[in-house]
């Protein structure tokens, strides 16, 4: 995310397709709740935003954003 990834946070999201996580690589079913980076300002937004699983988000929590 480059200069922004000091606003970026993880928010909770439930899935319609289905994804992959972007740290232990398990799926992430449509219907299933994930944690995508997310930035609070309307005007930018990020193309390649990773997804988590719920498991590496309640091992990892907020670190999982590498600040």
């Given amino acids: 995310m480059g200069k922004y ?3 970026a946070t993880l928010k909770k999201t439930k899935a319609r397709t289905q994804h992959i996580c972007s740290k232990c690589g398990a799926e992430i079913n449509a219907g ?3 944690y995508k ?3 609070p300002d309307k005007f ?3 193309l390649h935003a990773k997804k988590f699983c719920e498991e590496c988000y309640k091992k990892h929590g907020d670190t999982l954003l590498g600040r």
Avoid: G, K, P
């Fill in 5 to 7: 990834r000091d606003m």
């Fill in 37 to 39: 980076e997310h930035i």
């Fill in 32 to 34: 299933d709740y994930y």
């Fill in 44 to 46: 930018l937004h990020s």
